[in-house]
């Protein structure tokens, strides 16, 4: 009932014509740069992180859980008619919902995917709702510095070996991040560190200007290399808006298996979407009466994926806002957003702001709703916005990010910053290094060091402290297993599939 009193609470903020408004502007800002080719959800928000930048705390996180849910529908948008998937977690979408464009159903799929987006939202804020406050009072009771450092060391290395096609490139991109995050004053001896001279560099690389760097001008920088070789085909709409009777019996279970799935994978900390997305694709195909059709354009495969999908986007709030911990690079650039407001989510967040925390859990029923209302009807519109010459896309997104980066430095070194680190990002590209994880470093690596060294200052250096402590000893066994099972699982099928080769 305390959930509940406070939801409420919650919606008698959300609810104010103020906020609506925001809510508004952010579902439809979300979709708007959602629906790009090749920007997905985390690509949004680093995008628009400055447009709040004069906005007051609330209304500026209900403006962003509506760009958050805004880019996660725009992006099913462009996987389904351009077959370009804004992040890994799409690529079943762009699989089997570009099929069924092309067979001439793309409004078909994109229905789908738009009410099984606002089912699986559904699902998972109601999730949030009430596993939120029951994680920060098991926060508040056992967590201390030792579970703290152990948490983000299994956050490091789940975002390693899940967001990137080999663990050593996981590994790459996040030392690069963890290099990123040391610049500036140690915190302890008032050192500085790889500031090479600059003073400017004394207050640190803002994590804001890191996330745009690497995402937008990396992608643009990316996209630009590659324009003659890759030019995407948008597939036209052609049939109604509206799904059929039959469409609806075979999307209704996969859109509450997908969520039920997404939810619980998203919200653990070693979570992720591409696990619930590819393992709801495989339910899906067994459960169907139609097997055939999948790899061909099966709704099924539209409907369950983009639902899990949502879930456990949605899912990754919940250790964001009872632990402050980011298993996600979209996840990683709202924990950027609190930090630009002094907020530290964690469990004492839904004590000292309670508003804060249930207006925004509030804001995304509101937003969920919103973006059903708002994107069925307009599914022609947006999908016009794929029509704009990637040349002036492109080089608009560089002008903003740009602009974005002087609102908030006033000084040239940090557009010189962000160039640079926009460069980092094409590199990272080029060698096919995910940029995910190095957001998450920079984010997590000076609270992973803050939190060390006070582990050892309150042990007086007894460093059993970090394994002899139930919790923190059950976590870094999990980080270990994460770690090592992704390798011994390639070892397994390499030997069924080669079984010559190693006798």
Do not use: C
């Not at 290395?157 to 991040?177: D, E, K, N, P």
């Not at 979209?330 to 924990?335: F, G, K, R, S």
């Not at 407001?341 to 804060?356: A, I, M, R, S, T």
């Not at 609102?407 to 990272?428: E, F, K, P, R």
Request: glycine content about 12%; aromatic content about 10%; cysteine-free.
């Amino acid at each position: 009932m305390d959930a509940l009193g406070s939801l409420i609470d919650g919606f008698s903020v959300a609810l104010t014509p103020e906020n609506l408004l925001w809510a508004l502007v952010g579902v439809f800002l979300g979709t708007f740069v959602g629906v790009l080719p090749g920007i997905g959800p985390a690509l949004t928000v680093a995008l628009l992180l400055p447009v709040t930048y004069a906005l007051d705390p609330v209304p500026a996180f209900i403006m962003f859980a509506g760009i958050y849910y805004g880019g996660m529908y725009g992006g099913s948008t462009t996987s389904i008619l351009l077959n370009t998937p804004g992040e890994s977690a799409s690529i079943i979408t762009a699989l089997e919902g570009n099929m069924m464009a092309k067979k001439g159903r793309g409004a078909t799929a994109l229905a789908t995917a738009a009410i099984g987006s606002f089912v699986a939202g559904t699902i998972a804020t109601l999730g949030i709702t009430f596993a939120a406050p029951f994680m920060a009072d098991i926060a508040i009771d056992y967590f201390q510095s030792p579970e703290y450092l152990a948490l983000i060391i299994l956050a490091f290395t789940t975002v390693a070996t899940l967001l990137g096609r080999s663990m050593v490139r996981g590994l790459v991109s996040l030392f690069i991040g963890l290099a990123l995050g040391l610049v500036g004053i140690d915190a302890l001896t008032g050192q500085s560190r790889f500031t090479f001279g600059n003073q400017q560099l004394l207050g640190g690389i803002d994590v804001v200007t890191v996330a745009v760097g690497l995402f937008a001008v990396g992608e643009t920088f990316w996209v630009a290399s590659h324009m003659r070789k890759d030019t995407g085909e948008v597939t036209t709409v052609t049939d109604s808006k509206w799904m059929t009777k039959d469409d609806w019996k075979r999307s209704w279970k996969p859109w509450i298996r997908g969520a039920l799935l997404g939810f619980p994978i998203g919200s653990m900390p070693a979570g992720g979407a591409e696990i619930p997305t590819f393992l709801s694709y495989s339910v899906e195909k067994r459960l169907s009466k139609h097997p055939e059709e999948f790899g061909e354009g099966a709704i099924e495969g539209v409907a369950g994926p983009e639902a899990a999908n949502n879930a456990s986007a949605a899912g990754v709030l919940v250790p964001l806002l009872t632990l402050g911990l980011p298993t996600s690079a979209t996840a990683a650039i709202l924990l950027a957003a609190f930090q630009r407001y002094n907020l530290n989510p964690g469990p004492q967040l839904f004590d000292q702001n309670p508003e804060l925390v249930w207006g925004l859990i509030a804001s995304l029923y509101i937003g969920n709703l919103m973006l059903l209302v708002l994107n069925l009807p307009l599914v022609g519109m947006w999908v016009k916005l794929l029509s704009i010459p990637r040349p002036l896309l492109y080089s608009g997104i560089l002008v903003f990010a740009g602009l974005g980066t002087w609102a908030q430095s006033q000084s040239v070194t940090g557009l010189v910053v962000l160039y640079v680190i926009g460069a980092l990002g094409y590199l990272m590209r080029r060698f096919d290094i995910p940029v995910g994880p190095a957001v998450v470093a920079v984010i997590l690596g000076p609270m992973a060091e803050i939190h060390f060294r006070r582990a050892l200052q309150i042990s007086q250096g007894d460093w059993s402290v970090f394994y002899n402590r139930p919790v923190s000893g059950t976590i870094l066994v999990i980080a270990a297993l994460a770690f090592i099972a992704p390798a011994v699982w390639r070892a397994v099928q390499a030997r069924r599939q080669h079984p010559a080769a190693t006798t």
